[in-house]
């Protein structure tokens, strides 16, 4: 069992920057895959950026590519969301996801694939 617990959203102006974190319970935080979803009122949850167990593969969504950014950090059981050149249709609710894995190259980005899911954290992006 993973408990995952995302931290840092919060409202920010059109054109801010902010970073969410999400840590994760446990000692076997390296076997998971993580992503990244966002789910914003009346459509669908999807996939904003996903990581590889090792960090060394990455996604990000064409809607975010180039502002926003996915990394980890294993020894800090912790993933982040570095958000730049926020816009008011980046307003959601965030979640972090972890799917464990035996793949250290493969990230996913579907959210079937996932087997824990955080609470989410409110991010507002006011124009």
């Known amino acids: 069992q993973v408990q995952l617990v995302e931290s840092g959203g919060g409202l920010v102006q059109s054109g801010g920057s902010l970073r969410v974190s999400c840590t994760a319970s446990g000692r076997t935080f390296s076997t998971y895959a993580m992503g990244w979803f966002r789910q914003a009122p009346g459509k669908e949850r999807e996939c904003v950026a996903a990581?590889?167990?090792?960090?060394?593969?990455?996604y990000a969504a064409d809607s975010v590519k180039g502002r926003f950014t996915i990394s980890r950090d294993n020894a800090k059981n912790t993933v982040y969301l570095q958000m730049n050149s926020l816009k008011p249709e980046d307003t959601a609710v965030y979640y972090c996801?972890?799917?464990?894995?035996?793949?250290?190259?493969?990230?996913?980005?579907?959210?079937?694939?996932?087997?824990?899911w955080g609470q989410g954290t409110q991010v507002t992006v006011s124009s």
């Open positions: 990581i590889s167990r090792g960090g060394g593969s990455t």
């Open positions: 996801a972890a799917h464990r894995t035996v793949s250290t190259g493969s990230y996913y980005r579907q959210p079937p694939a996932y087997d824990y």
